[in-house]
């Protein structure tokens, strides 16, 4: 609430491992402040259900002049999961996004855990919009 009192007006938080929810306020003239509470884990070694993967935030401002304040147009997000393989004797990590079709390096378990990973997400994010 601070950071909100004071004038920022998009904030993205990032540490608590886990993606938590996003608020959007908006009113007639538009979206006045959005909040992403934690954007979960980019790339971790976490593979826990709910740390084992991450959100990419995305938001689109505009000014019309130099002089007059920054809109914010839109916001929203895409999800990433952290796929862990073994190969060759080392451990290696692949970022998946959610939304590929095509997962031909992904067995079953891994696709399930990815599937679960955007199901609690978009449960979680529906709460804050």
Same mark, same amino acid.
């Given at each position: 609430?601070?950071?909100?009192?004071?004038?920022?007006?998009? =904030?993205?938080?990032?540490? +608590?491992?886990? %993606? !938590?929810? %996003?608020?959007?306020? /908006?009113?007639?003239?538009?979206?006045?402040?959005?909040?992403?509470?934690?954007?979960?884990?980019?790339?971790?070694? *976490?593979?826990?259900?709910?740390? #084992?993967?991450?959100?990419?935030?995305?938001?689109? =401002?505009?000014?019309?002049?130099? #002089?007059? +304040?920054?809109?914010?147009?839109?916001?929203?997000?895409?999800?990433?999961?952290? *796929? /862990?393989?073994?190969?060759?004797? /080392?451990? #290696?990590?692949?970022?998946?996004?959610? !939304?590929?079709?095509?997962?031909?390096?992904?067995?079953?378990?891994?696709? !399930?855990?990815?599937?679960?990973?955007?199901?609690?997400?978009?449960?979680?994010?529906? !709460?804050?919009?």
């Amino acid at each position: 609430d601070f950071l909100l009192r004071n004038g920022v007006r998009i =904030i993205i938080g990032h540490h +608590p491992h886990v %993606v !938590q929810p %996003v608020v959007v306020e /908006k009113g007639e003239d538009g979206i006045h402040n959005v909040v992403y509470y934690s954007l979960g884990n980019f790339v971790s070694n *976490q593979q826990r259900r709910h740390t #084992d993967g991450g959100m990419l935030a995305e938001i689109v =401002i505009s000014r019309k002049e130099a #002089d007059s +304040p920054v809109v914010i147009e839109s916001c929203d997000y895409s999800l990433v999961w952290v *796929q /862990k393989l073994r190969r060759h004797g /080392k451990v #290696d990590f692949r970022l998946i996004p959610s !939304q590929e079709e095509d997962r031909p390096s992904m067995n079953e378990e891994d696709k !399930q855990k990815m599937n679960n990973f955007v199901l609690d997400v978009e449960r979680i994010v529906q !709460q804050g919009l």
